[in-house]
């Protein structure tokens, strides 16, 4: 389940973001049956017509596809198009506050370099 009260974004972006990243990381293959809006509205605890909106999202971006009376599959695409959104949504939503945080603090882009390295050696451990 996920958990949404601390978040300011809209849930059913957040559900954008979570099957993405289900793809991304491979949990879920290119060409394969995700769950049933019904299905992933119980399991996130949502009204089924907030995950319909974000499956819809999902479409518009030819991450996912429909065959109708039949399901909801990855797109041929999809690993790559869940990419390109996340990293739009990144840069355009989140950057700008990390960007501002930055220029009050005086950091500069090179003073993230160590951090991440460490984060990235974290993940991989």
């Not at 009260?5 to 979570?18: G, K």
């Not at 769950?35 to 605890?45: D, F, G, N, T």
């Not at 999902?58 to 065959?67: P, Y």
Request: glycine content about 4%.
């Amino acid at each position: 389940m996920m958990h949404f009260e601390n978040s300011t974004q809209a849930i059913y972006l957040q559900i954008v973001e979570y099957v993405c990243e289900q793809i991304i990381l491979e949990q879920w293959s290119i060409g394969e049956k995700i769950p049933s809006v019904r299905e992933l509205a119980v399991k996130m605890e949502v009204n089924p017509n907030t995950v319909m909106r974000s499956y819809e999202v999902l479409k518009n971006e030819q991450i996912i596809f429909d065959k109708r009376g039949i399901g909801y599959f990855i797109a041929p695409h999809g690993q790559s198009n869940a990419l390109i959104y996340l990293q739009q949504e990144f840069t355009s939503k989140s950057l700008p506050q990390v960007f501002k945080t930055m220029y009050l603090l005086k950091m500069d882009i090179t003073d993230l370099q160590q951090p991440f390295e460490q984060f990235k050696k974290n993940l991989d451990t």
